[in-house]
T-cell receptor
């Protein structure tokens, strides 16, 4: 069964510092990988996705992620944190062989930005 | 264009009752998926419907059911509510329901079971 593990339920960084949110996946077939952001009392918004094209994926709001098959990782980064980045971030995997679009989410990482 | 809409926004029910949650997908989207997000956890897949047919079901009891209407809107029904059903229920729509296509999420319905 496919799964994702997000290391660190809470991450705090200073405004302007590098943001690094970790995600490791497990999948028996080539995965599709996603990062979503959730602001308080809102639904999920897609930041970026990997669907077997370029391994370095650029998303919205300056975020990017690199797919590393050898490390089964898909970590999310942003060079310079902004106060508006404070939110909950979820990594998700979808099995490319399934006939449906089921997403399996990690438990999330709450990002706090220190002024 | 309007995004995915869900109703109601909040709902309080008593154990044993039944609840119906509604979702309207983005115009032109034919696939709707439902997720349950318990406080402090990631969303869990409940159902996917595409062109009014069930395409996927998560590991949820038969108390949970759903359907999709000809206009592609969807309902999620939960019978015999338990305290553990308290959660944020998210609906997502996508164009084709195929893996790799972006799913657009609604704001959710927060269900509290007392």
């Amino acid at each position: 069964a496919q799964s994702v593990t997000q290391l660190g339920s809470h991450v705090s960084v200073s405004e302007g510092a590098l943001v690094l949110l970790r995600c490791n996946y497990s999948s028996s077939v080539p995965p599709y990988l996603f990062w979503y952001v959730q602001y308080p009392n809102q639904g999920l918004q897609l930041l970026l996705k990997y669907t077997s094209a370029a391994t370095l994926v650029k998303g919205i709001n300056g975020f990017e992620a690199e797919f590393k098959k050898s490390e089964t990782s898909f970590h999310l980064t942003k060079p310079s944190a902004h106060m508006s980045d404070a939110a909950e971030y979820f990594c998700a995997v979808s099995d490319s062989d399934f006939g449906n679009e089921k997403l399996t989410f990690g438990t999330g990482t709450r990002l706090t930005i220190i002024p | 264009d309007a995004g995915v809409t869900q109703s109601p926004t909040h709902l309080i029910k008593t154990r044993g009752q039944h609840v119906t949650l509604r979702c309207s997908p983005i115009s032109g989207h034919k696939s709707v998926s439902w997720y349950q997000q318990v406080l402090g956890q990631g969303p869990q897949f409940i159902f996917q419907y595409y062109e009014k047919e069930e395409r996927g079901r998560g590991n949820f009891p038969d108390r949970f059911s759903a359907r999709q209407f000809p206009n592609y809107s969807s309902e999620l029904n939960v019978n015999a509510l338990l305290l553990g059903d308290s959660a944020l229920y998210l609906c997502a729509s996508s164009l084709t329901g195929t893996v790799g296509w972006e799913q657009y999420f609604g704001p959710g319905t927060r269900l509290t079971v007392t």
